[in-house]
């Protein structure tokens, strides 16, 4: 198995991982695009070779097959759980919220859909609706949010990159994070660790990583077979804090 090292969604090291695994003659590649559109061709030119071509939550046109996650279900479990807290913390309304996104990944659009479109049912201002994709924006989305609006208690995180970041905002203000509700996304581990041990960052919708390796595994062994499924999908996870059982039981996933 080779691994991609791209990291910050860096389009030119990607593309130089997957030319470098056509040339080699794999027999699959599995692969979250930067952007579809600049892979096209590889995606061609590997298929041609017998090399099956698979996506991870971006589907793309002439795949072989794919893995993903139900955005909408995540988007969805994330409304229900904030709209609750809101009820509950604020039922007059008088907080402001944040709502992150990554409109490049139309897939993905459910994580800020849902809770965008439940904010405005619950009569909450959504100030600050940009994209951001890790910590350093979402530090920066959320200092100036609370900077121009001093009742911003709502942060919904695309990821959970971004929750941390806004978490540390909140924190570096001041405020009492009993007082504040911030969501994220994938149940990465040092989220999963703050949602453990309390405060701002109060729940994460988490792709559990085992379920989801054996999907890339069963679905790429599929294609390249001709035998099993080729496109699945793997369940989002609610992680709350007290749910000490399924936390610890995602993170030793990770080890």
Same mark, same amino acid.
């Given at each position: 198995?080779?691994l !991609?090292?791209?990291?910050?969604?860096?389009?030119? +090291?990607?593309r130089?991982?997957?030319?470098?695994?056509?040339?080699?003659?794999?027999d699959?590649? %599995? %692969?979250?695009?930067?952007?579809? @559109?600049a892979?096209?061709?590889l995606?061609?030119?590997?298929q041609?070779? #017998?090399?099956?071509?698979?996506?991870?939550?971006?589907?793309?046109?002439?795949?072989?097959?794919?893995? #993903?996650f139900? @955005?909408?279900? +995540? &988007?969805?479990?994330i409304?229900?759980?904030?709209?609750?807290?809101?009820a509950?913390?604020?039922?007059?309304g008088?907080? @402001?919220?944040?709502v992150?996104?990554i409109?490049a990944?139309?897939?993905? +659009?459910?994580?800020?859909?849902?809770?965008a479109?439940q904010?405005?049912?619950d009569?909450?201002?959504?100030? @600050?609706q940009?994209n951001?994709a890790?910590q350093?924006c979402?530090l920066?989305?959320?200092?100036?949010?609370l900077?121009?609006n001093?009742?911003?208690?709502?942060?919904?995180?695309?990821?959970?990159d971004?929750?941390? &970041?806004?978490k540390?905002?909140?924190?570096?203000?001041g405020?009492?994070?009993?007082?504040v509700?911030?969501a994220?996304?994938?149940?990465?581990? !040092?989220?999963l660790?703050?949602?453990?041990? #309390? &405060?701002a960052?109060?729940?994460?919708?988490?792709i559990?990583?085992?379920?989801?390796?054996? !999907?890339?595994l069963?679905? +790429?062994?599929a294609?390249?077979?001709?035998? #099993?499924e080729?496109?699945r999908?793997?369940?989002p996870v609610?992680v709350?804090?007290?749910?000490?059982?399924t936390?610890d039981? %995602?993170?030793?996933?990770f !080890?």
């Open positions: 198995m080779l !991609d090292n791209t990291t910050e969604s860096n389009l030119e +090291s990607q130089a991982a997957v030319e470098n695994w056509v040339t080699q003659g794999v699959s590649i %599995l %692969l979250w695009p930067v952007d579809e @559109s892979f096209t061709s995606q061609k030119q590997a041609d070779q #017998g090399i099956k071509w698979l996506t991870y939550a971006s589907p793309m046109e002439g795949e072989d097959g794919g893995v #993903g139900d @955005s909408d279900e +995540s &988007g969805q479990a409304a229900d759980e904030m709209s609750a807290w809101i509950e913390n604020y039922p007059d008088d907080v @402001s919220a944040a992150t996104e409109t990944l139309g897939t993905l +659009s459910g994580r800020w859909e849902k809770p479109a904010l405005e049912a009569g909450i201002e959504v100030v @600050s940009q951001c890790d350093a979402g920066q989305i959320a200092e100036d949010a900077r121009e001093p009742n911003l208690r709502v942060f919904i995180g695309v990821n959970d971004v929750a941390l &970041g806004a540390k905002a909140f924190d570096n203000a405020i009492d994070p009993e007082t509700f911030i994220g996304s994938d149940g990465t581990p !040092d989220a660790a703050a949602i453990k041990n #309390g &405060g960052f109060r729940v994460t919708a988490a559990p990583p085992a379920p989801l390796a054996d !999907d890339i069963q679905v +790429s062994l294609a390249i077979t001709g035998e #099993g080729t496109n999908q793997t369940p609610l709350r804090h007290g749910d000490d059982a936390i039981e %995602l993170l030793a996933q !080890d």
